[in-house]
């Protein structure tokens, strides 16, 4: 009989991380194509290992992560570890041309990082073109060993990815957008584990994702929403939903009956099986208050009580309308940062920077763009649109090339007006590579203000390398006198990734202590595509420990 050996061995235990406690996680993805049946489509589609959503990834807090992703297909891949803060180590961040050139077809790079002072649900994902659409997968950080959770432990943990999916290949319909200047095709439907459920002229879906249950058992459902460009309701018929949890960061538990999860962000929820028997619809809907098209399908699944036959009748409840701005409040005001003495919520009171950022969209000449008038659609913060450059902005950065980009990204919009009014003065926007420079250490307040220039619309902003705490949220112009007053500087909801109200703003604050270049961006794909990000560059402290790690020798090269 051969043997396996010590390090094969080795891997394989840290693929089992309820028995063994392991420092060194070691992972091999695999980015090739796959044909698919999704949706009646046999098209290829790219994924990680084969398969849709990819590989859940484990962890517990403080340990080391090493994943080598061989890239097998035709497209320039980077994988982005969404949420993981990074601590020093920006070169394992992921998003191409900001903090590494992509890892070409044929060859490969180890992502390399540490997991501190971090448990909870998290999100991996492509970062580069659109190809996050399916190559995604979960991360889930356990507590150190012997560290209860600060709820009930549950009696089984179940991942629930809920994403978006097309029939045709979203490179060709984000390719066809760009050359149109208009908006791309939305998504054909909407998925729960990689399934739709039933779908008109499809019959091959079948039920979709069954979720197996027994009856007085508690159960954690760790929900991902990897979907591209929609923010998603999520409802199960007949069972209240204890949110305990969001990007990574316990919460005060409050109980709902829907969910809201944005692209990038992460909930876990308790849900008690305290019915006898019985089906029950699971469905994921999207959520737009805005005159904006989405892909209106609810995705569903089924919660499946043991003994209960499979022919028996499923117990419906509608999902809340698509516009149904109250639900998604109720469920954002709801969130309160956990603030005990063992995980605080320790918010910036002093701050160093006042920063106030316009989000939203324009319109600049495109004489190609004939089905866009000579025009095309771009998004923007401070009325700059973001190129991306060819050379990644931390390697600039670290080997001081020059000519990559500036420093001169504005603290406020450069031309004040009525920002949720219906304007059609700030048409235009500026082009160009800017970040905003932060010293080492140095607080942040940052108001992000929609505007409705085109059409106001829920922005979910995702912050690199941080997390920040959500002190203020309002609708229409923020008043920086006024609103200020009401900001919640005791237990504001921690994230990584938070919606900019349709018609109005956030208010978040966080502490710049980790070095390198953090990119910020719209999680919404399409208006990352059109422009809406830009980068802080945080410089090195003094401290021994406070500076950015030298680049790892396999660092792809552009």
Same mark, same amino acid.
Request: some cysteine; glycine content about 8%.
């Given at each position: 009989?051969?043997?396996?050996?010590?390090?094969?061995?080795?891997?394989?235990?840290?693929?089992?991380?309820?028995?063994? @406690?392991?420092?060194?996680?070691?992972?091999?993805?695999?980015?090739?194509?796959?044909?698919?049946?999704?949706?009646?489509?046999?098209? #290829?589609?790219?994924?990680?290992?084969?398969?849709?959503?990819?590989?859940?990834?484990? =962890?517990?807090?403080?340990?080391?992560?090493?994943?080598?992703?061989?890239?097998?297909? !035709?497209?320039?891949? /980077?994988?982005?570890?969404?949420?993981?803060?990074?601590?020093?180590?920006?070169? =394992?961040?992921?998003?191409?041309?900001?903090?590494?050139?992509?890892? &070409?077809?044929?060859?490969?790079?180890?992502?390399?990082?540490?997991?501190?002072? @971090?448990?909870?649900?998290?999100?991996?994902?492509?970062?580069?073109?659109?190809?996050?659409?399916?190559?995604?997968?979960?991360?889930?950080?356990?507590?150190?060993?012997?560290?209860?959770?600060?709820?009930?432990?549950?009696?089984?943990?179940?991942?629930?990815?809920?994403?978006?999916?097309?029939? /045709?290949?979203?490179? =060709?319909?984000?390719?066809?957008?760009? +050359?149109?200047?208009?908006?791309?095709?939305?998504?054909?439907?909407?998925?729960?584990?990689?399934?739709?459920?039933?779908?008109?002229?499809?019959?091959?879906?079948?039920?979709?994702?069954?979720?197996?249950?027994?009856?007085? +058992?508690?159960?954690?459902?760790?929900?991902?929403?990897?979907?591209?460009?929609?923010?998603?309701?999520?409802? $199960?018929?007949?069972?209240?939903?204890?949110?305990?949890?969001?990007?990574?960061?316990?919460?005060?538990?409050?109980?709902?009956?829907?969910?809201?999860?944005?692209?990038?962000?992460?909930?876990?929820?308790?849900?008690?099986?305290?019915?006898?028997?019985? !089906?029950?619809?699971?469905?994921?809907?999207?959520?737009?208050?805005?005159?904006?098209?989405?892909?209106?399908?609810?995705?569903?699944?089924?919660?499946?009580? /043991?003994?209960?036959?499979?022919?028996?009748?499923?117990?419906?409840?509608?999902? %809340? %309308? &698509?516009?149904?701005?109250?639900?998604?409040?109720?469920?954002?005001?709801?969130?309160?940062?956990?603030?005990? &003495?063992?995980?605080?919520? @320790?918010?910036?009171? +002093?701050?160093?920077?006042?920063?106030?950022? *316009?989000?939203?969209?324009?319109?600049?000449?495109? #004489? /190609?763009?004939?089905?866009?008038?000579?025009?095309?659609?771009? =998004?923007?913060?401070?009325?700059?649109?973001?190129?991306?450059?060819?050379?990644?902005?931390? &390697?600039?950065?670290?080997?001081? $090339?020059?000519?990559?980009?500036?420093?001169?990204? %504005?603290?406020?919009?450069?031309?004040?007006?009525?920002?949720?009014?219906?304007?059609?003065?700030?048409?235009?926007?500026?082009?160009? *590579?800017?970040?905003?420079?932060?010293?080492?250490?140095?607080?942040?307040?940052?108001?992000?203000?929609?505007?409705?220039?085109?059409?106001?619309?829920?922005?979910?902003?995702?912050?690199?390398?941080?997390?920040?705490?959500?002190?203020?949220?309002?609708?229409?112009?923020?008043?920086?006198? !006024?609103?200020?007053?009401?900001?919640?500087?005791?237990?504001?909801?921690?994230?990584?990734?938070?919606?900019?109200? *349709?018609?109005?703003?956030?208010?978040?604050?966080?502490?710049?202590?980790?070095?390198?270049?953090?990119?910020?961006?719209?999680?919404?794909?399409?208006?990352?595509?059109?422009?809406?990000?830009?980068?802080?560059?945080?410089?090195?402290?003094?401290?021994?420990?406070?500076?950015?790690?030298?680049? #790892?020798?396999?660092?792809?090269?552009?």
């Amino acid at each position: 009989m051969k043997s396996f050996s010590p390090f094969l061995l080795f891997v394989f235990v840290c693929f089992l991380p309820v028995l063994v @406690q392991c420092k060194i996680r070691h992972y091999h993805f695999s980015v090739a194509m796959k044909n698919s049946t999704k949706l009646c489509s046999s098209k #290829p589609i790219v994924t990680v290992n084969g398969r849709f959503p990819g590989p859940t990834l484990y =962890a517990r807090e403080d340990d080391t992560v090493l994943v080598r992703v061989v890239n097998n297909v !035709k497209y320039n891949v /980077s994988i982005h570890w969404h949420g993981i803060r990074q601590l020093r180590t920006g070169w =394992a961040d992921g998003p191409a041309y900001i903090t590494q050139c992509p890892i &070409q077809p044929g060859q490969n790079y180890v992502y390399n990082f540490t997991i501190t002072g @971090q448990r909870g649900t998290l999100l991996w994902h492509a970062h580069v073109l659109w190809l996050r659409s399916t190559v995604h997968g979960a991360i889930v950080i356990l507590p150190k060993r012997g560290v209860p959770y600060p709820f009930p432990k549950p009696n089984k943990e179940v991942v629930v990815v809920l994403a978006e999916w097309w029939k /045709s290949d979203t490179e =060709a319909v984000v390719n066809e957008a760009l +050359k149109s200047g208009l908006a791309p095709n939305v998504s054909d439907a909407h998925t729960i584990n990689g399934n739709t459920g039933p779908v008109p002229n499809c019959p091959s879906q079948g039920s979709g994702f069954k979720l197996a249950v027994e009856n007085g +058992k508690t159960y954690m459902l760790r929900l991902v929403n990897a979907a591209l460009n929609e923010e998603l309701f999520f409802k $199960i018929a007949g069972h209240q939903l204890t949110v305990v949890e969001v990007d990574a960061t316990y919460i005060k538990p409050f109980t709902t009956d829907t969910v809201l999860i944005a692209p990038g962000q992460t909930t876990n929820v308790l849900v008690s099986a305290n019915k006898n028997s019985g !089906k029950y619809l699971v469905a994921a809907s999207p959520f737009m208050d805005a005159p904006i098209a989405v892909d209106n399908r609810t995705a569903t699944a089924t919660l499946h009580y /043991s003994g209960t036959l499979a022919t028996a009748p499923t117990t419906v409840a509608n999902p %809340p %309308p &698509q516009n149904a701005t109250s639900v998604a409040n109720k469920f954002t005001n709801s969130l309160r940062a956990l603030n005990s &003495q063992k995980y605080p919520a @320790q918010v910036p009171l +002093k701050i160093d920077h006042n920063l106030f950022f *316009t989000v939203g969209l324009g319109i600049n000449p495109c #004489p /190609s763009c004939k089905a866009g008038n000579g025009s095309r659609v771009v =998004a923007s913060i401070n009325n700059v649109t973001f190129v991306m450059p060819t050379t990644a902005l931390l &390697q600039a950065h670290f080997f001081k $090339i020059s000519g990559v980009f500036t420093t001169d990204f %504005p603290a406020n919009p450069p031309h004040p007006f009525n920002y949720t009014g219906n304007s059609l003065t700030n048409l235009g926007t500026v082009t160009g *590579t800017k970040v905003f420079k932060l010293t080492y250490n140095s607080t942040v307040e940052l108001v992000m203000q929609d505007t409705g220039i085109i059409a106001a619309e829920n922005h979910p902003i995702h912050l690199h390398g941080f997390n920040f705490f959500v002190v203020g949220r309002g609708l229409g112009n923020f008043n920086p006198k !006024k609103d200020p007053q009401n900001f919640n500087l005791v237990d504001p909801v921690e994230r990584n990734t938070v919606g900019v109200p *349709t018609g109005g703003w956030t208010a978040i604050r966080f502490r710049a202590d980790n070095p390198g270049v953090w990119f910020m961006h719209c999680h919404l794909e399409v208006h990352t595509t059109w422009g809406l990000k830009m980068a802080f560059l945080v410089d090195n402290g003094k401290g021994p420990n406070q500076s950015l790690l030298p680049p #790892p020798a396999d660092l792809p090269k552009c």
